[in-house]
């Protein structure tokens, strides 16, 4: 069942584009570099297994940050990128040149730091198309093969938003995703509530 | 301290603001409360004493206006994305250096930072910040990545002379020949060999020999002292020097001035048959640009080099100059009284 056609799913790629765009300013403030952050693409599943279907990269590792909310409406966001891309991004942000192959304390914690940043970000842009109030869990860091990293498919109808990442720093480019686990009431609401927050752009 | 009063509050089942207070108090981290527009309602006793500033002097100002040096930043930011969006935010100490003016005992506190918002019924949407000294973990993660880098230096030096070790310096060899490929610039290399250096040990012993090598390193080191170039101990009484973007002229002159400098040295040699001193013998190797495909080992042309060298009679240098295509041509040589033209 397709929940948008192309030219929905190209206007709330650039809803989320914005949405980042924000983000690499906080960013770039804070490393006194250029960060930029796009979304290149955007997909949207109904169901947690139907993700296989994506051909998401299997790297033997991931880095991941992942926040929840409860509400009005529930959704866990999960930032992801693979291991050893994870530790360059956080090796350029924190401006450290040392080859030390695994990922220290600190480095993690840039790492949550910087994925905060971006998944609020990008749940500000989902709270203003559903309008709804929710809570937010602080921002956890997890490591480990990419199905470890998302959570317990669930009974009802989800709606699974996937958002390439691109983050560009120092000429340097990092791929990653940013992966919405939202349970929603149903696919259709959520879809008109999208539709009528796009056009008021 | 707080008198039993406010504990028997408690033991009914509603703990009295006192007590909250005096639990606030007892943490060994920072705890702010800011009102909807930013303004400090109360932080804690931890708060007073690394800040200076305590509650009463604090309340009702917001935070740049009791720490100036906070105007326009992360702070701020993060504390208005709470206000305004509900959301909460991480500060990492990596990420944020000191970011609030606090100090125990003189020395800056490092700080992570949590920054969340609070939904109180019946109120406007507050602000809370929780700060955690984590000065220890970013001095103890700065020791361990100092030891790191210590260690894969320490397998990188040869132990003996203090210079690169053959593992270094054949690595770095690689490194240049590629960059002397995208790049043109010429490239030169040199093969240092002690002359007549099982007599030396034979006649002074083992232990002299090792200071022999020391002393001569310290001596070449003097020499080879631009940025991008490198001595190597490639093994035994052998050494190597990379010249990268040095072409003929330059790499003989270097193996003029090493030979001079280990002359002058003067360590007495009885046995060697070229000098009454310790010497050496150079192979100097360079090529202009390499254009063929096919691996130009440029430390055996340099070999060649060295070969003839001793043979014609040690104390000396001889040069060749490999083509582009990767044909090596004897250029030049230098005796060890007086330097000839090529």
Redesign the interface.
Known sequence: MIVFDEIEADALKEVFNIGVGYAADSLSRMVNEEVRLSVPRLRLVERLDTLDALDLPSHSNYCAVTQRFEGDFNAEAVLMFPGEKSLELVRMMVGETVHVSEMNELEQEALTEVGNILLNSCVAVIADMLGHRFRCSLPRYKAGQWRELLPEPGQEEQCVLVLDIDFAIERRDIQGFLIFFMKVESLDEFRRAILSYLERF | MQTPTALVDACHGVPSADLLQVVLDALQEGILLLDARGAIVCWNDWMARMSGVDCAQAQGRTLPEVFPTMACS?VI?AVD?ALR????????????KVPFPLKHEGAPIEQ?L?V??L?VPGRERQCLIRIVDVTS??EK?HI??RR??KM?ELAMIDPLTGVANRRRFEAALIEETRRHRRRGLPLSLLMLDVDHFKAYNDTYGHLAGDECLAALAAAIATVVRRAGDLLGRLGGEEFAVLLPETDRAGACAVAEDILTAVRELALPHSASSSSDRVTLSIGVACVERIQSSAACELMAVADTALYEAKNGGRNRYVCYQVDSECRAARCCAESGAAPQAA
């Open positions: 992360r930011e994305w969006r509900g959301l909460p935010s991480f500060l990492s100490a990596s990420l944020n992570n949590y969340t918002p939904d973990v970013v993660e361990l990545r790191a880098q894969k």
